[in-house]
């Protein structure tokens, strides 16, 4: 088997596009991060963008967009070893990876390190939704919104343990190509919600619904419910397939998506090595 590396997002889209329309959903985050870097709406440190090819066709992929770790795609475990193997000298110093659980455990097996820090995500799908019932309006968020939105951003990131490098450029960016939502209740904001861009691949179109975050004070009410099933049906209504992750150990995220029509695709696992 083969590494490649590739030199640009661009290119690697193109080289990729067949693998990733085979499993477009477990493949849409590497999708979607790529494709943000190739239309120029994010910009990161250092970039690695790999495919390992055998008899020329593509058995997996991986990329890194620094700060951040690897993001690995289903593939076997030979491509996982030939992966990690070519990490190891290109990229010697990285310990975060992320990807398939089932990959990320033997990457883990094969590094011959443990796993310091370690946490599962989800992956659902949505081609029918069960609405839930309303809870008020749902609206386009605004540039007027911005204040509110990265303050409660900034509460979300620390909530469930993501990065917030670069948090106002996406926000901004979401802002301004019409990707958030807010949930009003009378006069007051209550809820917000969002999804990322529309992702093409041969005749499909995918794309993944979040953040979702309620204020503290309104939890319970049933507001998650409410905006998460109108951001589906907005997206189910242009013809695209919804996506999203939730953490594995929350269970009310986990049974307010499958309430409303949301199917589980995968686990995922991120690890840190020592």
Do not use: C
């Amino acid at each position: 088997m083969e590494v490649r590396r590739y030199t640009s997002a661009g290119e690697f889209l193109d080289a990729t596009r067949s693998f990733r329309s085979d499993d477009p959903v477990r493949t849409s985050l590497i999708t979607s991060i790529a494709s943000s870097v190739a239309n120029g709406s994010r910009t990161y440190d250092a970039y690695f963008w790999l495919a390992v090819i055998d008899f020329n066709l593509v058995q997996g992929i991986a990329i890194r967009t620094a700060p951040f770790g690897f993001v690995f795609s289903p593939m076997s475990n030979s491509a996982t070893e030939a992966l990690f193997s070519f990490i190891s000298i290109e990229d010697p110093t990285v310990k975060e990876f992320a990807g398939p659980k089932i990959v990320i455990d033997y990457l883990e097996q094969v590094s011959g390190r443990s796993a310091v820090d370690s946490e599962s995500e989800l992956i659902y799908e949505n081609r029918h939704l069960i609405a839930a019932p309303a809870r008020g309006d749902v609206r386009l968020a605004t540039d007027s919104d911005f204040e509110l939105i990265i303050n409660w951003m900034k509460i979300f990131v620390e909530e469930v343990g993501i990065s917030g490098y670069n948090l106002e450029g996406i926000v901004r960016d979401n802002l301004s190509h019409g990707r958030y939502f807010l949930l009003y209740v009378g006069d007051a904001i209550v809820s917000f919600g969002g999804h990322t861009d529309n992702q093409y691949l041969d005749g499909q179109t995918i794309s993944r619904v979040g953040p979702i975050f309620t204020p503290l004070e309104h939890r319970k009410k049933g507001y998650a419910s409410s905006i998460t099933s109108a951001i589906t049906q907005k997206l189910l209504s242009e013809g695209a397939l919804a996506t999203l992750y939730t953490q594995a150990g929350n269970p009310t995220s986990n049974k307010i998506y499958q309430e409303i029509g949301y199917t589980l695709v995968d686990e995922n696992r991120r690890i840190v090595l020592s």
